[in-house]
């Protein structure tokens, strides 16, 4: 059973465009991270939600967390191409249990 | 935040025999994370690796098959023993960042590795 799901699984769309990618759980998360993952390289982090109903924005990125910690949203504003990636969520259960949960990813290309 | 240096970045292995994956950190750290990335699918945790202690592992991985040392504060290796096709996959190491409550963590380069 995966603990986070993500929605969708693999997503094309052209350069300029926006979407929404969401993760979702039945479990309660203390905090929930964001990654990018291009090929050949590890994840890097690209955020950290940590309270309900939270909103981050980072650049044409706007992260929110949902108000019972168990769901995420990632939004992209005008997509370019050095935005595909594997995007992954990622959930801590508890604090101080630094053990992470990953969620199914997303596959995002954009198309210039 | 933590740089790590993976290695090796990729190898291709006959079946039955064994890899070393190495991961040093330029920082002492407490816990290392070794992970399990199936081509193009998400992270799998194997085990946590603690200075000083047995590594924890996760349900359906061995120490036996993935025996991992943590000689020092800024060093790990994970061996995959007696390797089959299914051991096809990337490995990860990863630390965490400590920012507060908005930490992270941050990952080597992977090892992508082939058995044949």
């Known amino acids: 059973t995966q603990l986070l799901e993500q929605s969708p699984q693999f997503l094309s769309i052209q350069e300029g465009e926006n979407l929404t990618v969401y993760c979702n759980s039945s479990?309660?998360?203390?905090?929930l991270q964001w990654y990018r993952q291009e090929p050949g390289e590890g994840p890097v982090l690209l955020v950290t939600v940590v309270t309900g109903g939270e909103v981050k924005k980072l650049k044409r990125l706007t992260f929110q967390f949902g108000d019972a910690r168990k769901d995420s949203s990632l939004h992209i504003t005008a997509a370019q191409p050095g935005d595909t990636g594997l995007y992954l969520c990622?959930?801590?259960?508890?604090?101080?249990?630094?053990?992470?949960?990953f969620g199914t990813g997303t596959r995002l290309t954009i198309i210039p | 935040s933590a740089v790590i240096s993976q290695k090796p970045s990729r190898d291709i292995c006959q079946r039955g025999t064994s890899l070393t994956i190495q991961c040093q950190v330029d920082?002492?750290?407490?816990?290392m994370f070794w992970y399990r990335q199936q081509p193009g699918q998400s992270l799998t945790l194997i085990a946590t690796a603690n200075q000083g202690s047995e590594a924890t592992y996760e349900s359906g991985f061995v120490i036996d098959k993935f025996p991992i040392s943590r000689p020092n504060l800024t060093f790990s290796t994970l061996t995959v023993s007696n390797m089959s096709p299914e051991d096809s996959s990337i490995y990860l190491c990863?630390?965490?960042?400590?920012?507060?409550?908005?930490?992270?963590?941050?990952f080597g380069s992977g090892t992508r590795l082939t058995v044949v």
């Open positions: 920082s002492q750290v407490t816990m």
């Open positions: 990622a959930g801590a259960l508890n604090f101080g249990n630094e053990k992470l949960t």
């Open positions: 479990s309660v998360f203390s905090s």
């Open positions: 990863s630390v965490r960042i400590i920012r507060g409550p908005h930490s992270g963590y941050t």
